[in-house]
């Protein structure tokens, strides 16, 4: 099929910010990126985002709230920010863009209760910026049965380069693993990634989150209170699985000193990977994308206690800052075309499943 040029947009579990990526693809294998950028929240609608999600946790299923709603127009008019900054770096006509992949911003994942809820009005994003849109790209795979995330394996799979036995982690607020076998993959949340050391640095320092891993790194580990976190059946189970990031919390770390628990939350993280492995046949490299990256004391902690190689995606070709905004871009077009979202191995759903609806 023809390539198109589309535009993908994450606003990720980390809540640090939106990305934006231009993508020429058919959805399948022709890929070739185009331009990214990122364009970070105000602390002010960092905990705009953090109300909505506490309110939406109150809620049986999604319904109208005049606090989501409002959060569901800023989104989408900041959205339309990031395409018109993006069209204007690249020099990018708007009428070149045959389609926006709009993600909008999850404030609920209940799969166990079949539905998962990802604001963002898609109708006042695409009359901003005179584009159709795709979004809500999970729903379908819920109600069907099927977690909803991870969806970004399909576009790993495309853009996967030649190994018998390699991970994609990426580290965003959850963490996700993406893995490939000889002829086997698959994927599912690892647990919490950045979600509880942000939360945990926001909390007690003035800063937004853990720069360099220098607080972690100034503290020691306390064994006994990352044993209690380990001690959920969640990580027992088998994937694929998915899970909220307001499903963990940092109460446990409760009476730490700021480095000590940003150090503690940190081996967590890790410790969650090590655990995730468990879950799949052995693997000759991780390669991680997200925020985490950036974090090398996650990096060393991550590579410490698994065990497996790790490098940062860019090794692959990849940019691990656009990467997520793509997946979104690629999935929009698969969209559109009625091409599959998600499979049994990525989400458990029972069939190869398309999602997402369109907009103007």
């Known amino acids: 099929m023809q390539p198109i040029l589309t535009l993908g947009l994450m606003s990720g579990t980390s809540r640090d910010g939106i990305d934006a990526a231009l993508l020429l693809t058919d959805g399948e294998t022709h890929i070739e990126p185009k331009g990214h950028l990122t364009i970070p929240y105000t602390p002010e609608f960092q905990s705009q ?41 690249t020099g990018t006509p708007p009428e070149a863009v045959a389609l926006i992949g709009f993600h909008g911003h999850t404030i609920a994942h209940k799969p166990h209760q079949k539905w998962t809820w990802q604001t963002g009005n898609a109708a006042r994003l695409a009359a901003l910026t005179g584009r159709p849109v795709i979004h809500n790209f999970r729903s379908a795979d819920v109600t069907a049965g099927g977690q909803g995330a991870p969806l970004a394996p399909g576009y790993h799979r495309a853009r996967r380069p030649y190994d018998e036995s390699l991970g994609i982690l990426n580290l965003g607020g959850v963490g996700n693993l993406t893995w490939f076998h000889e002829n086997a993959w698959g994927s599912f949340d690892t647990g919490p990634a950045n979600a509880l050391i942000d939360d ?84 000759a490299r991780l390669a991680i994308t997200g925020g985490g990256r950036h974090n090398p004391i996650l990096m060393a902690m991550i590579a410490h206690r698994t065990g497996v190689p790790t490098i940062p ?27 599959p979202l998600s499979w049994p191995e990525t989400t458990g759903v029972p069939q190869p499943l398309t999602g997402g609806e369109r907009v103007g």
């Open 49 to 89: 985002i953090a109300a909505a999600c506490a309110r939406a946790a109150t809620l049986k299923h999604p319904a109208p709230d005049p606090l989501i709603d409002q959060l569901s127009t800023d989104l989408a008019e900041l959205h339309a920010t990031a395409v018109h900054r993006l069209l204007a770096a």
């Open 200 to 283: 945990w640095v926001r909390t007690h320092t003035a800063k937004s989150y853990d720069k360099d891993g220098a607080l972690a790194a100034a503290g020691s580990l306390h064994e006994s209170t990352l044993t209690a976190m380990l001690d959920l059946p969640w990580f027992d189970h088998p994937p694929p699985k998915s899970l909220d990031r307001d499903d963990f919390d940092i109460g446990p770390a409760r009476g730490l000193s700021p480095a000590d628990g940003a150090n503690t939350l940190t081996a967590f993280t890790a410790e969650t990977i090590r655990l995730a492995l468990g879950h799949v046949p052995p693997l």
């Open 313 to 339: 995606v860019e090794a692959l070709g990849w940019n691990g800052d656009a990467l997520e905004a793509e997946a979104f871009a690629w999935l929009a077009v698969r969209s559109d075309r009625g091409l």
